[in-house]
């Protein structure tokens, strides 16, 4: 699961010079059976598992479907659980060094040796039913990537069950579900952190019951040499508090930047491929505009109090 901006993305896209995938299986168009309250939903990958995903994403202007599944771990997505409290945590990213430097295809890991980068697998077609418009993608040619972005928005009705298949290719065919969900409607997007207070977040609760979540991330720390980011996951039912010691514990770690932060509106669900995992998400994702008291953001002289120059570099007013 971000702000995701998206460059000369146009509708399904076909791998022509992609291999045919060597155990295809026949890929279900119909809709999808089983009961949207209580078909398994079993959540994300563990980071340390999980080699990649899908996912189906609205929000205010438009709708995407996605994805990619890799061989192996990337180590830099691996993040250190730092602090936590109630429904929240802090991660950190690590920098993994290697000496010698790793060869091209290759990179560091964390116990400094070099390993074959994970690279995206082919898994043949893949197509997603219980959209409004029912999806189907095949790989691009470089890089194995999935996409497509020709949806109704949003792509999905509320409580409505999803499908989404693989046809087979580098894993055996695979199954993952999500449920559709209601567009997500906070009481407000003006986020402000300040040092020893609690965040309150409310927002719309679904009209009806849903197997939705809330998940929220945020990031005070853009420039720094081992951002980290504040995660949380709230049952879905209209207001949670981010405490004070963890807001406190994210501003300890450094606050350099644009501060950023998104709340989804979301169901996940995964699959295990041996070693690894794939999951699958449907959300309806919205971008909170956050300020930090005391902290002022930059991108030139001009933004900064009188009295105060920018650092470039750290895009923080000093």
């Known amino acids: 699961m971000r702000l995701v901006l998206l460059l000369g993305l146009v509708g399904c896209f076909t791998a022509e010079d992609s291999a045919p995938p060597a155990d295809s299986v026949p890929i279900d168009t119909s809709e999808p059976d089983g009961d949207p309250d209580t078909i398994a939903l079993n959540g994300p990958c563990d980071l340390d598992r999980r080699w990649g995903g899908f996912e189906v994403e609205a929000n205010e202007s438009y709708s995407v479907a996605d994805g990619t599944i890799a061989n192996g771990v990337v180590p830099v997505a691996v993040l250190t659980e730092v602090a936590a409290e109630g429904d929240c945590r802090l991660l950190k990213r690590g920098n993994p060094y290697c000496n010698p430097t790793c060869d091209p295809g290759d990179t560091c890991d964390f116990d400094g040796e070099c390993i074959e980068y994970p690279l995206n697998q082919n898994l043949g077609t893949v197509t997603i039913a219980g959209l409004t418009t029912p999806v189907s993608m095949d790989p691009l040619s470089t890089g194995n990537k999935y996409s497509y972005t020709d949806l109704d928005n949003p792509a999905f009705e509320p409580g409505k069950l999803i499908r989404l298949q693989t046809e087979g290719g580098a894993y055996e065919a695979l199954t993952m579900h ?18 020893g207070t609690a965040l309150a977040l409310t927002w719309d609760a679904p009209p009806q019951a849903v197997r939705s979540e809330l998940f929220v991330s945020v990031n005070v720390d853009q420039h720094g040499i081992t951002p980290v980011t504040l995660e949380c996951t709230f049952v879905d039912d209209g207001s949670a ?8 514990a994210l501003l300890d770690f450094g606050v350099t930047g644009y501060p950023s932060a998104r709340i989804q509106r979301r169901t996940v669900d995964k699959v295990m491929l041996g070693e690894g995992c794939a999951d699958f998400t449907v959300d309806y994702e919205l971008v909170a505009h956050v300020s930090v008291t005391g902290h002022t953001p930059c991108a030139g002289p001009g933004d900064c109090p009188e009295g105060q120059t920018c650092n470039l570099a750290l895009q923080t007013c000093e």
């Open 178 to 195: 999500g449920v559709g969900v209601v567009p997500l409607v906070p009481t407000t997007l003006d986020w402000v952190i300040t040092e």
């Open 241 to 248: 508090e981010i405490a004070s010691s963890v807001m406190d």
